[in-house]
């Protein structure tokens, strides 16, 4: 598989070229990554490693890349940080102040349920 055929796999708008070059470049593999968020999340670490990488002049289309994931998520969001809220004030809460944690939890994934049509909404 090439880099190519799996960015329309998932439904990548802009220059494919350009951004399989990039990749390429990056010595990264087509084949080790599902989802567009795992390739973002390696090349986020590639950058943090070493910061003068996007000042190559092919950093472009990976930079695009990175702002068409955030695209995909920044819906998710609010939903995610609910359910992260949640989890974290239960963890730390004691006591029946656990059950504190569960409503933004529950409101987290009621949304995301109501989101995609797995459910009607309630109200």
């Known amino acids: 598989m090439d880099w190519i055929t799996k960015l329309e796999e998932w439904g990548y708008p802009h220059d494919k070229a350009a951004l399989a070059s990039a990749l390429d470049a990056l010595n990264l593999r087509p084949e080790r990554f599902e989802t567009p968020l795992q390739l973002a999340s390696v090349i ?5 490693r070493e910061p003068s990488i996007a000042s190559f002049e ?3 289309p990976i930079q695009q890349f990175l702002q068409w ?3 995909q998520i920044q819906p998710w ?12 004030i239960t963890w730390w809460a004691g006591g029946w102040y656990k059950a504190i944690g569960a409503v933004p939890m529950v409101l987290g994934i009621y949304r995301i349920l109501v989101r995609t049509g797995v459910i009607q909404p309630l109200w």
Do not use: K, S, T
Not at 44 to 48: H, N, V
Not at 79 to 88: H, M, P, R, V, Y
């Open 77 to 88: 969001v609010v939903d995610i940080g609910l359910i992260a809220l949640g989890g974290f």
């Open 44 to 48: 986020a670490q590639y950058r943090q």
């Open 58 to 60: 092919w950093w472009n």
């Open 69 to 71: 994931v955030w695209e």
